[in-house]
């Protein structure tokens, strides 16, 4: 009996030694990290191995081998390794918000790494420019080669990690947030058809959705769930934070996004933000995590914390009355995985105090190990495996980088154009000045959130592509240009032919954990543009580089500049997009996702929640759908070198009857005005979508790309009714002249219905109003 038991202890060790080494040769070697070797007996006969196997059923039989310090090891994003069942370790950060991401001063912490054959990947444009093209295939093609990029790297050996924290898909709530660039703007319904586009591209599903199976080609993260959009101001940070919202502005604002991003883009993870929403904490909320995303929503992913949003918990909000307490509220509120250390300090010590169970640890872990296993990281040698034949070549194709140029291009916005200054001639412009420290600066172009580019073309080299004699002055040192070399500038605007200036914001006026205190041009930038317009030979063009909007007035009604060009931070094709633009070789067709605001608005609190407006107080609300004050620019402001007519063709129907025998028995003897969503039924629903035809011509001499919004407009407010809303949005391709149509399928229990006060989904009775353009087209329900 002795001799037998020391034989199996010799094999175990040699097993575990063996395992260990096998570990330690796929992380020196250019074979990416895996477990389940079907060439090592020791692991391919364990039932979490078998892929015949249900994942549920393999992930449960991998938990049930774990010790409590093993299972406690995975909980955090830096997971290790587990030798002795062969299993590597696994960084669950890794960022790719336009683009596969390496964030430098985190780089221990990240999946990704672009230390080995591929040192590059395709940076698209910021998010919010992306999100100016109104053009949900460009945003699903988009995710697509994030979603393959990330896949070749994985392949190469570069990653221990294929989970992406991306999208952000918070509302743009207020103008002066760091992180708005990093979003799709302030409008719902944008925000979510964003979420489904990305998130089906980056996990390998079809544009339509329906196609992704267990399978993922990477793991997508819709963050920051949810209400986030405060970094830092005026002495209040998104750490401490207690956001007060009301019910009716979640319902038709700040969920909606993740509701989509969940149930139709089928995300597999979601982050919870750091801040509290109405005194709890998003990651300690099991009404939020578990009853709405899971129970409500059929969430099926795993829940990571942002980056020490567990520590917050008890450190600064003092919610939690020990770091034990905090562990256990996140675990029991249906998180999972904490990115930081606070889980692996005291979820021990939380069990042994019994605040937690080893049942709720495994119900984290059976979230956490069925993704990986989703990814095929439990299925042996992943070049035998889907996916698992793409190749470096992928990375930076000409096929990915054109792609990063179309979406520069279709999401720069023409915001002024007097007396149509754009395009210059080719032929006929002499000579060019560039000024502006925007002008040569490669790492602007990227954002936030950037990895390194395939290439990066600046807007001086876009444009010195087009005229041989440009010469170029970045007129500041810096973009907060605390001093402005304006003599010199004068002087080369005086002798150039025609002038472009390239001002606007960077990462050190707004990012994360700064938010802006003004909406003005920083420094000495408005008194350098009017300096050199003023001494220019001819109006000269504006082109702002910036993620959230600037109040720019002053630019617009001075008819010494001529044009302005929003680019928002337009990737690395930027500069070829935008000279592309300003030559004429494209038609500009953006459209601004979000509302410019005039500087007055920095009156109102950025911490105020509230998207209505309440005219005792003075309170202007947010967003188009709500805000009564002045604006710079509308949402959707957006010109071309075409004119655009529209034509709303009558709908299937324009009567809408959401009526049944038993509604109007009810109706006779007790009549109402509207009706919650809820009690109509999915088949009520189902039968009463009819369709919207809307015929667009192009009326120029180009041919162009034009996102055509359809709003939906009540005839009454109050209640919290919006002035109007977006229900739908095309983009169509027209020649000089020719004439196409769009079609809007259109539900009314979903795009013809709104949030009442107590936050339920309801329907008006009576007219609403279609508007495109200019025109309203009625129609009228009955309820």
């Not at 319904?189 to 980056?202: D, E, N």
């Not at 770091?323 to 939380?350: F, H, I, Q, W």
């Not at 420290?437 to 001086?460: E, Q």
Request: aromatic share 10%.
């Amino acid at each position: 009996m002795n001799g037998s038991h020391q034989q199996l202890t010799m094999r175990i060790k040699i097993q575990s030694l063996c395992l260990v080494t096998l570990l330690f040769i796929l992380a020196d070697s250019s074979q990416p990290p895996f477990s389940c070797d079907s060439s090592n007996p020791s692991t391919k006969s364990y039932p979490f191995c078998q892929t015949s196997l249900p994942i549920s059923q393999r992930v449960q039989d991998l938990v049930s081998r774990l010790t409590l310090d093993e299972k406690i090891s995975q909980l955090v994003d830096t997971a290790p390794a587990i030798p002795r069942f062969g299993i590597p370790a696994y960084e669950w950060w890794s960022e790719a918000l336009h683009g596969v991401a390496f964030l430098p001063e985190v780089s221990q912490r990240q999946g990704i790494h672009f230390n080995g054959t591929i040192k590059s990947a395709t940076s698209f444009p910021q998010v919010i420019l992306t999100a100016a093209s109104f053009d949900a295939y460009l945003w699903y093609s988009i995710g697509q080669v994030t979603g393959i990029e990330a896949r070749a790297i994985y392949n190469a050996g570069q990653a221990i990690g294929m989970t992406f924290w991306a999208p952000n898909i918070n509302i743009f709530r207020d103008p002066r947030w760091g992180r708005g660039q990093e979003t799709p703007g302030e409008d719902p319904l944008v925000t979510g058809k964003y979420a489904v586009s990305f998130v089906r591209g980056v996990q390998g599903d079809s544009f339509q959705g329906g196609v992704l199976g267990e399978q993922l080609q990477a793991s997508a993260c819709c963050k920051h769930f949810t209400a986030y959009d405060l970094d830092k101001w005026n002495g209040t940070n998104r750490f401490i934070f207690n956001a007060q919202v009301t019910l009716q502005d979640l319902a038709d604002t700040y969920q909606p996004p993740f509701r989509s991003c969940i149930q139709e883009g089928k995300a597999s993870g979601i982050m919870c933000a750091y801040n509290q929403v109405n005194g709890v904490p998003n990651c300690a909320d099991y009404n939020l995590l578990s009853k709405t995303a899971r129970g409500q929503w059929n969430f099926n992913g795993y829940i990571t914390s942002d980056c020490d949003a567990v520590s917050i918990i008890f450190d600064d909000q003092g919610y939690a009355k020990s770091p034990e307490d905090a562990v256990a509220d996140v675990l029991k509120a249906g998180m999972d995985v904490n990115c930081g250390d606070y889980l692996k300090k005291y979820t021990k010590s939380a069990v042994e105090k019994k605040k937690l169970t080893e049942s709720d640890i495994d119900r984290a872990l059976q979230n956490l190990f069925s993704i990986r296993m989703r990814l095929g990281l439990f299925n042996g040698n992943p070049a035998k495996l889907p996916y698992g034949k793409i190749g470096s070549d992928q990375v930076c194709s000409q096929k990915h980088q054109a792609l990063a140029l179309e979406a520069a291009r279709d999401g720069i916005v023409l915001l002024k154009n007097s007396d149509q200054l754009l395009p210059l001639s080719k032929s006929k412009t002499t000579s060019l000045a560039v000024i502006g420290p925007n002008a040569h600066n490669s790492t602007i172009l990227l954002g936030n959130y950037a990895g390194p580019p395939c290439k990066a073309v600046t807007p001086l080299q876009g444009l010195k592509s087009y005229i041989k004699n440009t010469r170029y002055h970045p007129g500041c040192s810096t973009v907060a240009c605390s001093s402005a070399a304006i003599y010199e500038a004068v002087k080369l605007a005086k002798e150039a032919d025609q002038v472009v200036l390239v001002m606007g914001l960077d990462q050190t006026q707004e990012t994360e954990e700064h938010d802006r205190v003004d909406l003005i041009l920083p420094g000495n930038q408005q008194k350098l543009i009017t300096s050199v317009a003023r001494a220019a030979k001819k109006p000269v063009v504006l082109v702002l580089l910036c993620g959230g909007p600037v109040d720019i007035s002053f630019a617009k009604y001075d008819k010494n500049i001529g044009s302005i060009l929003w680019a928002g931070y337009p990737g690395e094709a930027g500069g070829i997009a935008l000279a592309e633009i300003i030559f004429g070789d494209h038609n500009p067709g953006g459209r601004l996702p979000m509302t410019w605001y005039p500087q007055e608005f920095t009156k109102v609190p950025m911490t105020d929640m509230r998207m209505r407006p309440q005219p005792s107080s003075g309170y202007p609300g947010r967003t188009y759908r709500f805000y009564k004050g002045k604006k710079v620019f509308e949402f959707g402001h957006g010109l071309s070198y075409s004119n655009y007519t529209y034509e709303l063709v009558s709908p299937t129907q324009n009567n809408i009857h959401l009526t049944s025998f038993v509604d109007k028995m009810v109706r006779n003897s007790n009549p109402i005005s509207y009706r919650a969503i809820s009690e109509l039924g999915t088949e009520l629903c189902e039968k009463s979508k009819f369709s919207v035809i809307v015929r667009v011509k192009n009326q120029g001499m180009m041919s162009g790309k034009h996102p055509v919004l359809l709003f939906l407009k009540q005839p009454k407010l109050g209640e919290g009714r919006p002035m109007k809303k977006l229900i739908g949005f095309q983009s169509v391709k027209l020649n000089a002249g020719e004439s196409g149509e769009i079609e809007y399928k259109l539900s009314p229990c979903e795009h013809l219905s709104r949030a009442n006060e107590e936050g339920l989904m309801v329907i008006d009775e009576g007219s609403q109003f279609l508007l495109v353009g200019g025109r309203e087209y009625p129609i009228n329900i009955t309820i």
